[in-house]
């Protein structure tokens, strides 16, 4: 509303009110004449495309017109399995078992990619997950044999896993297993390496490649005996009572971290020998993160519940594999519309800049497409601050990513927005009309292989591929443009 | 800032802008006619005691009176000494080693008592400590006990020592030991019980009893061990960390709770045998308040080193033993000024009201003395919620008690404040001055012994005994008065 008028004009008799829209620059004439302005934010719909725009116009909730029917009622009952995904930690089980993923196969994160595109970060994942596996026994023969056609390639997105940064899986590394009991969907992701050189962000030297047996070895076992013994752990609840305590759920995981770790510990030692259930407990009182790859698993498993609804608008995953944006939509099935990805907006570790960055990377989007991470960014001020931001910029983000999403979760609430829930659901319509990038909040890898992490910070979506997407979904309901 | 005047006046000509002081009806005329009023919120001081507006006056910080020189820097002194405190978790042990408590000796909380005037809750948590003890068989033999004399009863805090509620403490209860490394100050508290039928609130039931026994014989050593492995925990560090995950160390410890687990766990496996370990775990995890104890350790730890230097006005304890509501301030050592203690408002249990409710009770007011609890309740809007509040009342009660304090602790910032520290040290000149009573987040216990909890809420502080803590500090300076 605009406020109380201050001046009389003579020109307009009585009050003069303006709304300004567009160029900000007409604002400050009537401004120097004490005459209040409201600047409305307005951009015109799909960066000013017009085809798109018509086709979004036709894609409209709107009762009167069959197509708007199917999208409205696509959507509701997308948001409803959304809203009621109810993901349980199950099980910890080898990737080839739990993915069947035979030898010689890796996923990565991120659409399609074929090995001559790969980002360095993925490729020094790839190197050090076949030394892993001992299909090679050094770097350079791990890449001859990548570069062969030897190796099958496919993102994690297309076998019901998720992957942070490179998000590679081979066949022996154990994954979580996240059951949605409400939707029936299963989903897996790795177990975290905690910061450092770490596979996932593209390091592959002797400690990282020891970290990871240990976790076939140890680690997996030990948490599989663990949760038969305490049977599964409600990631719902337990992520919602994280976000009471500060995590966002994508960069921040020390709270959900915490909880498990409470939550699991009686188990682990009725289940574990002492010896292994103190260097678990070691690993898992160093690792703040170690929550992170569940979290993931728990988004992806609720989102794949409202995924190939026929019509409906709302985005299933966002990911990126460090060369292409990819999102896919409800509506639109297993097809992935993609842009070029760019590098976020940092902090940086001392000694690494920018110009070191590779652009962004991983399928930890899932979380945002939840609703969490970014949209969640009320919950997790530091994160923010962690960039130069404040806590009024934390309220800032989730207040703007209310406005491209289909609604709000309850059971994931914001106490800093009076306890009302993350915006959740992300409608590609509402992002190509208001030109509203969703915020990803993200780790920031080196762009040569063997690196690893040199920041954190935050990426804003490509816009292009939500275009894509709503011509996409345009002609999956014959709708002509 | 009084707003921009809507209307102009023909009996003011211009612009009549109006604060108001004193009674709100006032306000209703001028605003009925459309001009703005700022409504300021002031009381006379001392809540218009003449006396002692006087003596305050005398107090205050003025560097041309030898006694404002001296109250200045005794709080400078004071404040600094707090500021610095580090407190650190380094042990458990018995109370009687720990204390040098002995036989027939118990202690309570808040201020001097005896028997025939303390409260239920409390009298019965003295049944229970001498059932636990064995000074007696049944409740009836135990409270002829108590009423003969026969047993000395005296407060925790003359012993370096807070309990929770009732506060009773008995020769064998295993107590929490931290130091203050920067002060060279110990103090001390029993395990939490967790929630329900617990001695805390006056319960002392044979599952009450039961769970004593099993802290002195299971729980307390274990955590011994487990400190000598681990060495010591600094609470500090592990705090300021918590009010950023919800916790305001007082009523809302699950943050803490949750990371004091991760961090001793591995030593618990290293020390204690699986079964021990896994009874100890499932403990920790059923009791998310479990912390609260050693949050009011290191509060009194800390407190402590800021108690004794003449002339400061900062209050170093506020406690209530159900009759009582006591304070001390630094510059009047360790005489206890005290007023009679209400009911908290608070939220009662099915079946309960304010009706059964005991008056105020416990030392755990000793987080709000050290500017944490009530004074942080900007970390923790879920406890404003649990009495009908919003997370914009939750920022104003940390915003108001900012007015009675000395300074800000930037080792517990406040992500909801754009992480400004929480307000700590109470100046009793400011409380008296501005009629702002410290706020206390508190538990409700029932009126009769052997009930337990039947709430929680929200306490203020009486006026009264901060009046007579500044009649007694410019007694102790000699002020006429």
């Not at 892993?132 to 570069?147: D, H, K, T």
């Not at 996932?200 to 076992?221: K, Q």
């Not at 930890?364 to 994160?383: K, L, N, V």
């Amino acid at each position: 509303m605009a406020a109380e008028p201050m001046t009389e004009s003579r020109l307009f008799p009585g009050v003069l009110r303006a709304i300004n829209l567009g160029l900000a620059m007409f604002v400050e004439a009537p401004q120097a004449h004490g005459a209040p302005v409201e600047a409305l934010d307005w951009r015109p719909p799909a960066e000013g495309d017009r085809e798109v725009g018509l086709l979004l116009a036709r894609l409209e909730d709107d009762p009167t017109d069959p197509v708007g029917r199917v999208v409205a009622a696509a959507n509701a009952t997308a948001l409803e399995r959304l809203l009621g995904a109810q993901p349980l930690l199950v099980d910890v089980r080898p990737a080839r078992e739990a993915l069947g993923l035979e030898d010689r196969h890796l996923l990565h994160s991120g659409p399609p990619i074929e090995w001559d595109r790969m980002c360095g970060p993925v490729r020094g994942a790839i190197v050090g997950a076949i030394l892993y596996e001992g299909w090679a026994a050094a770097p350079e023969a791990a890449e001859a044999l990548a570069a062969s056609g030897a190796i099958t390639f496919a993102p994690c997105h297309h076998h019901g896993a998720v992957g942070p940064m490179a998000g590679v899986i081979s066949p022996s590394m154990p994954v979580v297993v996240v059951e949605n009991q409400a939707g029936g969907t299963r989903a897996h992701a790795t177990l975290n390496e905690g910061l450092g050189k770490v596979l996932r962000f593209g390091a592959y030297d002797a400690s990282v490649l020891e970290r990871l047996r240990w976790f076939g070895d140890v680690l997996g076992p030990a948490l599989s005996a663990a949760l038969r013994d305490s049977g599964p752990i409600n990631l719902r609840s337990l992520t919602g009572q994280a976000l009471q305590m500060g995590d966002e759920g994508h960069n921040r995981n020390i709270a959900a971290t915490s909880l498990l770790v409470r939550a699991l510990a009686p188990s682990i030692v009725r289940t574990a020998d002492s010896a292994t259930a103190g260097v678990v407990f070691d690993f898992l009182r160093s690792n703040d993160h170690f929550f992170l790859n569940l979290s993931m698993a728990a988004c992806k498993s609720s989102m794949d519940a409202a995924h190939g609804i026929p019509g409906a608008s709302i985005v299933t995953a966002m990911s990126r594999n460090g060369v292409d944006f990819g999102i896919r939509l409800s509506g639109t099935g297993d097809r992935w519309f993609t842009s070029p990805v760019g590098v976020p907006d940092g902090l940086y570790f001392p000694g690494y800049g920018p110009e070191d960055a590779n652009p962004d990377l991983g399928d930890s989007a899932i979380t945002e497409t939840f609703g969490i991470g970014g949209f969640a960014m009320a919950a997790a001020p530091a994160i923010t601050r962690f960039v130069g931001g404040t806590a009024s910029d934390a309220l800032e983000f989730t207040r703007l990513m209310a406005r491209i999403t289909l609604g709000r979760n309850p059971a994931y609430a914001l106490p800093a927005l009076e306890f009302t829930g993350t915006p959740t659901g992300i409608d590609a319509r509402r992002v190509v009309d208001s030109g509203i990038a969703p915020v990803i909040n993200t780790g920031i890898a080196h762009r040569l292989a063997g690196v690893g992490q040199i920041g954190a910070g935050i990426a804003r979506a490509p816009l292009a591929c939500f275009s894509a997407a709503i011509q996409g979904l345009a002609r999956s309901l014959g709708v002509p443009g």
